[in-house]
């Protein structure tokens, strides 16, 4: 499916779905309510059948006060990829698991709770995978302070 | 007691003389025969490790190849790359594994200050000096074999001048070495195998000192015995 068709049928799925602009990949927006729902209309629907997990990170717009989740989705039968953003709150995140779906999630999701802060909702083992385990804050989020970080002289 | 046969033999006539060619032979075939701890951490690891041990620039030929993958069996370790908060405490174990004489060398900006890394980053050590003795520096990003092979002539001639049994666990000051423009691999490698072949015999009664010493000892021999 090239990248128009498979946009359409992606909002013939899920009507709340929107384009993301800036991208260079097949790109939506949904979101975060239905999310898990959705991610598994994707995975098994024979048309979409994004049967691989490529990347799950996070980015964080603080400006905007909002978190976005960024699925990286493959599918090896159709050869297509879809990049799935999805918005949540700032202050009290909270995101759906997907480990259920594509079990690679599972480390993917606590990298990113190791480094966001992002819990993650049924998640099966949820711990820090990079830092030490006492360590404190989440250092990705553009508000991190360290008492090692040295700050750039202006 | 092995610390203390240094002040003991001086005693003796002739006994500096000992000590210092012991020095001069301890020193060159430690300077010559430096193994280095396979340990690379970022991308200087494949100029410094991998670059300098292949055929091109062949760092065999000067004593140091013998790359060790256990600690206990090498005394130079090459801090290749920036080292992270977490690996920290395991650069640490590692250089307390490794067995006196150890030597370092940090190569390329990472090691020395945090290099590209240095500021608004939650992970680097802001220089590995911050958790081990350094011995020579060799700045870059990363450094070019040249510059490797000049800091590695540094430190040969750091542990040739500096140490002596006299005075174990005593450390010479870390030495940054930059090299210097229009030096050529030709000229350092050229440089290297002069200082090898001038080590090859070890001269006792070169140095003045060991002059001095000399002198007192064959007037010592000269002198008529005390013996009835």
């Known amino acids: ?154 | 007691m092995v610390d203390n046969i240094p002040g003991i033999v001086e005693n003796f006539p002739g006994g500096s003389i000992l000590v210092t060619t012991i020095d001069s032979i301890i020193n060159a075939s430690r300077a010559n025969s430096l193994w280095p701890l396979g340990f690379g951490t970022k991308c200087c690891a494949i100029e410094m490790l991998m670059a300098t041990g292949a055929s091109h620039q062949d760092i065999s030929r000067f004593g140091a190849e013998v790359v060790r993958g256990s600690t206990r069996q090498a005394d130079l370790m090459i801090v290749a790359g920036a080292i992270v908060r977490k690996m920290a405490p395991r650069v640490r174990l590692l250089y307390e594994q490794m067995a006196e004489p150890r030597y370092v060398i940090a190569t390329g900006a990472c090691s020395i200050c945090g290099g590209p890394f240095q500021y608004n980053s939650y992970h680097i050590v802001h220089g590995v000096d911050e958790i081990i003795p350094v011995d020579v520096y060799v700045p870059g990003c990363p450094p070019r074999p040249e510059a490797f092979f000049w800091g590695l002539l540094a430190l040969q001639r750091l542990i040739k001048e500096g140490e002596s049994i006299r005075r174990p666990d005593i450390r010479r000051k870390p030495v940054m070495a930059s090299l210097p423009q229009g030096i050529t691999m030709d000229d350092i490698q050229g440089e290297m195998r002069r200082l090898l072949e001038e080590q090859n015999v070890v001269n006792v009664a070169e140095s003045a000192e060991n002059k001095i010493w000399t002198k007192r000892l064959k007037e010592w021999m000269r002198k008529p015995s005390s013996k009835p």
Not at chain 1, 6 to 15: D, E, F, K, S
Request: overall charge negative.
């Open chain 1, 1 to 154: 499916m090239d990248a128009q068709a498979l946009l359409q049928a992606i909002t013939g799925v899920n009507p709340a779905a929107q384009e993301r602009p800036n991208t260079n990949v097949p790109a939506v927006q949904v979101p975060v309510a239905g999310l898990h729902a959705f991610l598994q209309v994707l995975r098994d629907d024979p048309r979409f059948s994004f049967d691989f997990l490529l990347d799950h990170t996070a980015i964080d717009w603080m400006a905007d006060g909002k978190f976005e989740l960024v699925y990286q989705l493959f599918s090896t039968l159709h050869g297509h990829t879809l990049m799935v953003g999805v918005l949540i709150e700032r202050e009290q995140p909270l995101a759906p698991t997907v480990s259920d779906l594509w079990p690679i999630a599972e480390w993917q999701e606590r990298e990113v709770y190791d480094l966001f802060g992002i819990p993650y909702d049924d998640h099966p083992d949820l711990r820090r995978l990079f830092l030490e385990d006492d360590w404190t804050g989440y250092p990705l989020r553009k508000d991190y302070q360290d008492k090692n970080m040295l700050q750039r002289p202006q």
